[in-house]
Protein backbone atom coordinates (compact mmCIF):
# COMPACT_ATOMS: atom_id res chain seq x y z
CA UNK A 1 0.00 0.00 0.00
CA UNK A 2 2.80 2.40 0.97
CA UNK A 3 4.39 1.64 -2.64
CA UNK A 4 1.08 2.21 -4.45
CA UNK A 5 0.66 5.55 -2.17
CA UNK A 6 3.82 7.21 -3.11
CA UNK A 7 3.64 5.77 -6.96
CA UNK A 8 0.52 6.78 -8.01
CA UNK A 9 -0.69 9.86 -5.77
CA UNK A 10 2.57 11.68 -4.00
CA UNK A 11 5.84 11.13 -5.96
CA UNK A 12 4.93 9.32 -9.26
CA UNK A 13 2.60 12.12 -10.22
CA UNK A 14 4.98 14.89 -9.78
CA UNK A 15 8.23 13.48 -11.30
CA UNK A 16 6.08 12.43 -14.53
CA UNK A 17 4.92 15.67 -14.87
CA UNK A 18 8.16 17.11 -14.32
CA UNK A 19 10.28 15.38 -16.50
CA UNK A 20 7.83 14.41 -18.96
CA UNK A 21 9.63 10.27 -19.90
CA UNK A 22 9.19 8.84 -23.28
CA UNK A 23 8.29 5.50 -23.40
CA UNK A 24 8.45 2.89 -26.23
CA UNK A 25 7.86 -1.07 -26.34
CA UNK A 26 6.15 -0.81 -22.88
CA UNK A 27 3.64 -3.73 -24.19
CA UNK A 28 6.26 -5.84 -24.05
CA UNK A 29 6.64 -6.07 -20.70
CA UNK A 30 3.64 -9.16 -19.45
CA UNK A 31 0.51 -8.08 -17.52
CA UNK A 32 0.73 -10.84 -14.84
CA UNK A 33 2.98 -13.41 -14.35
CA UNK A 34 6.97 -13.35 -12.96
CA UNK A 35 9.66 -11.41 -15.50
CA UNK A 36 12.88 -10.01 -15.27
CA UNK A 37 13.07 -6.21 -16.64
CA UNK A 38 17.16 -6.33 -17.50
CA UNK A 39 18.34 -2.42 -17.78
CA UNK A 40 21.33 -0.65 -18.62
CA UNK A 41 22.92 1.54 -15.43
CA UNK A 42 23.47 4.91 -16.14
CA UNK A 43 22.47 6.88 -13.06
CA UNK A 44 20.83 6.55 -9.97
CA UNK A 45 17.50 7.39 -10.83
CA UNK A 46 17.24 4.35 -13.05
CA UNK A 47 15.61 3.08 -10.48
CA UNK A 48 12.53 5.24 -9.95
CA UNK A 49 11.83 6.07 -13.40
CA UNK A 50 12.10 2.69 -14.96
CA UNK A 51 9.35 1.64 -11.64
CA UNK A 52 7.46 4.93 -12.75
CA UNK A 53 6.39 3.92 -16.40
CA UNK A 54 5.55 0.02 -15.58
CA UNK A 55 1.88 -0.71 -14.45
CA UNK A 56 3.11 -3.44 -12.10
CA UNK A 57 5.48 -3.22 -9.16
CA UNK A 58 8.80 -3.61 -9.73
CA UNK A 59 11.28 -4.86 -6.57
CA UNK A 60 14.67 -4.11 -7.42
CA UNK A 61 17.69 -5.42 -5.33
CA UNK A 62 19.69 -2.48 -3.72
CA UNK A 63 22.64 -3.31 -1.47
CA UNK A 64 22.00 -3.21 2.13
CA UNK A 65 23.79 0.26 2.98
CA UNK A 66 20.79 2.35 1.95
CA UNK A 67 18.65 0.95 4.81
CA UNK A 68 20.98 0.97 7.74
CA UNK A 69 21.44 4.57 7.84
CA UNK A 70 21.33 6.45 10.96
CA UNK A 71 19.12 9.34 12.36
CA UNK A 72 16.73 11.74 10.21
CA UNK A 73 18.94 11.14 6.67
CA UNK A 74 18.90 7.05 7.54
CA UNK A 75 15.39 7.26 8.17
CA UNK A 76 14.72 9.12 5.19
CA UNK A 77 16.81 7.25 2.94
CA UNK A 78 15.07 4.07 4.09
CA UNK A 79 11.99 5.00 3.67
CA UNK A 80 12.98 6.27 -0.34
CA UNK A 81 13.73 2.61 -0.88
CA UNK A 82 10.70 1.18 0.77
CA UNK A 83 8.41 3.49 -1.07
CA UNK A 84 10.78 2.63 -4.42
CA UNK A 85 9.61 -1.18 -3.84
CA UNK A 86 13.58 -2.39 -3.30
CA UNK A 87 14.54 -4.65 -0.96
CA UNK A 88 17.90 -5.11 0.72
CA UNK A 89 20.81 -7.38 -0.33
CA UNK A 90 24.44 -7.56 0.61
CA UNK A 91 26.80 -7.36 -1.99
CA UNK A 92 29.70 -8.79 0.09
CA UNK A 93 30.12 -12.07 -2.30
CA UNK A 94 30.65 -15.17 -1.31
CA UNK A 95 27.08 -16.59 0.92
CA UNK A 96 26.00 -13.40 0.51
CA UNK A 97 25.57 -13.99 -3.08
CA UNK A 98 23.59 -16.68 -3.13
CA UNK A 99 21.23 -15.28 -0.77
CA UNK A 100 21.00 -12.11 -3.31
CA UNK A 101 19.84 -14.95 -5.53
CA UNK A 102 17.28 -16.63 -3.60
CA UNK A 103 15.99 -13.13 -3.01
CA UNK A 104 15.45 -12.64 -6.72
CA UNK A 105 13.97 -16.18 -7.16
CA UNK A 106 11.50 -15.75 -4.11
CA UNK A 107 10.78 -12.55 -5.86
CA UNK A 108 9.69 -14.10 -9.38
CA UNK A 109 8.53 -17.18 -7.88
CA UNK A 110 5.77 -14.52 -6.30
CA UNK A 111 5.05 -13.63 -9.98
CA UNK A 112 5.97 -10.35 -9.47
CA UNK A 113 8.12 -8.32 -11.56
CA UNK A 114 12.17 -8.24 -10.82
CA UNK A 115 14.14 -5.44 -12.07
CA UNK A 116 18.31 -6.40 -12.21
CA UNK A 117 20.95 -4.24 -13.78
CA UNK A 118 23.54 -6.41 -15.80
CA UNK A 119 26.67 -4.67 -15.24
CA UNK A 120 26.29 -4.73 -11.87
CA UNK A 121 26.94 -1.32 -11.16
CA UNK A 122 26.37 2.02 -13.04
CA UNK A 123 28.34 2.97 -15.51
CA UNK A 124 31.33 5.70 -14.57
CA UNK A 125 30.88 6.96 -18.39
CA UNK A 126 27.68 6.63 -19.44
CA UNK A 127 29.07 3.80 -21.81
CA UNK A 128 27.97 -0.15 -21.76
CA UNK A 129 30.14 -2.43 -19.76
CA UNK A 130 30.20 -6.73 -19.46
CA UNK A 131 27.76 -7.92 -17.71
CA UNK A 132 28.31 -10.47 -14.61
CA UNK A 133 27.55 -13.89 -15.31
CA UNK A 134 25.36 -14.23 -11.78
CA UNK A 135 22.55 -12.41 -13.66
CA UNK A 136 22.04 -15.25 -16.35
CA UNK A 137 22.16 -17.87 -13.37
CA UNK A 138 18.90 -16.33 -11.95
CA UNK A 139 17.19 -15.97 -15.51
CA UNK A 140 17.67 -19.77 -15.97
CA UNK A 141 17.15 -20.42 -12.61
CA UNK A 142 14.02 -18.71 -12.86
CA UNK A 143 13.58 -19.67 -15.88
CA UNK A 144 10.94 -16.69 -16.55
CA UNK A 145 11.28 -14.44 -19.25
CA UNK A 146 13.42 -11.44 -19.70
CA UNK A 147 12.76 -7.82 -21.03
CA UNK A 148 16.10 -5.77 -21.77
CA UNK A 149 15.51 -2.34 -20.93
CA UNK A 150 17.35 0.90 -22.12
CA UNK A 151 17.33 3.87 -20.43
CA UNK A 152 18.08 7.10 -22.19
CA UNK A 153 19.31 10.40 -21.28
CA UNK A 154 19.30 9.46 -17.14
CA UNK A 155 23.53 10.10 -17.46
CA UNK A 156 22.10 14.08 -18.04
CA UNK A 157 19.79 14.84 -15.71
CA UNK A 158 21.75 13.32 -12.79
CA UNK A 159 25.51 12.45 -13.40
CA UNK A 160 27.52 10.10 -10.55
CA UNK A 161 28.27 12.60 -7.88
CA UNK A 162 25.52 15.21 -8.61
CA UNK A 163 22.67 15.12 -5.64
CA UNK A 164 20.17 16.90 -7.62
CA UNK A 165 18.88 16.19 -10.95
CA UNK A 166 18.37 18.64 -13.73
CA UNK A 167 15.58 18.89 -15.41
CA UNK A 168 15.15 16.87 -18.69
CA UNK A 169 13.07 14.23 -20.47
CA UNK A 170 14.65 10.90 -19.90
CA UNK A 171 13.21 7.76 -21.86
CA UNK A 172 13.12 4.18 -21.44
CA UNK A 173 12.99 1.71 -24.23
CA UNK A 174 11.81 -1.65 -23.69
CA UNK A 175 12.92 -4.51 -26.12
CA UNK A 176 10.98 -7.87 -26.82
CA UNK A 177 11.18 -10.64 -24.32
CA UNK A 178 14.27 -12.87 -24.54
CA UNK A 179 13.49 -16.81 -23.98
CA UNK A 180 16.66 -18.98 -22.67
CA UNK A 181 14.51 -22.08 -21.95
CA UNK A 182 16.71 -24.09 -24.61
CA UNK A 183 19.70 -23.75 -21.96
CA UNK A 184 17.25 -25.51 -18.86
CA UNK A 185 19.48 -27.13 -16.62
CA UNK A 186 22.77 -25.67 -17.72
CA UNK A 187 22.78 -22.75 -14.97
CA UNK A 188 25.97 -24.21 -13.76
CA UNK A 189 27.77 -23.99 -16.97
CA UNK A 190 29.76 -21.07 -16.69
CA UNK A 191 30.01 -20.94 -20.73
CA UNK A 192 26.50 -20.86 -20.83
CA UNK A 193 25.85 -18.28 -18.45
CA UNK A 194 28.65 -16.25 -20.17
CA UNK A 195 26.71 -16.75 -23.77
CA UNK A 196 23.34 -16.24 -22.35
CA UNK A 197 24.83 -13.13 -20.24
CA UNK A 198 26.33 -11.35 -23.60
CA UNK A 199 23.20 -12.11 -25.56
CA UNK A 200 21.30 -10.02 -23.07
CA UNK A 201 24.35 -7.28 -23.53
CA UNK A 202 24.20 -7.42 -27.10
CA UNK A 203 20.32 -6.16 -26.83
CA UNK A 204 21.10 -4.08 -24.53
CA UNK A 205 23.65 -2.07 -26.42
CA UNK A 206 21.27 -2.47 -29.87
CA UNK A 207 18.24 -0.74 -27.81
CA UNK A 208 20.51 2.11 -25.92
CA UNK A 209 22.82 2.55 -29.23
CA UNK A 210 25.77 2.95 -26.46
CA UNK A 211 29.19 2.39 -27.09
CA UNK A 212 29.97 -1.21 -25.02
CA UNK A 213 33.58 -1.75 -23.66
CA UNK A 214 34.32 -5.05 -23.16
CA UNK A 215 35.60 -4.99 -19.29
CA UNK A 216 33.35 -4.63 -16.21
CA UNK A 217 32.38 -1.12 -14.55
CA UNK A 218 33.23 -1.94 -11.08
CA UNK A 219 37.09 -2.37 -12.37
CA UNK A 220 36.69 0.74 -14.01
CA UNK A 221 35.06 2.84 -11.19
CA UNK A 222 37.90 1.46 -8.52
CA UNK A 223 41.00 2.21 -11.48
CA UNK A 224 39.35 6.07 -11.56
CA UNK A 225 38.72 6.15 -7.43
CA UNK A 226 42.47 7.23 -6.26
CA UNK A 227 42.46 9.75 -8.97
CA UNK A 228 39.83 11.56 -7.82
CA UNK A 229 41.22 11.74 -4.13
Known amino acids: MFYWIMKHIVVGPILLSI ?3 WVVGLENVPEEGPVI ?61 EASLNTGLRVLGEGRILGIYP ?15 GVARMVLEAGVPVVPVAMIGTAEVMPIGTRLPKVRRVGIVFGEALDFSRFHGMEGDRFVLRSVTDELVYDLRALSG ?17 QSR
Open 19 to 21: FRP
Open 37 to 97: LASNHLSFIDSIFLPLVVDRPVVFLAKSEYFTGKGLKGWATRMFFQAAGQLPIDRSGGKAS
Open 119 to 133: EGTRSPDARLYRGRT
Open 210 to 226: QQYVDVYASTVREQRAP
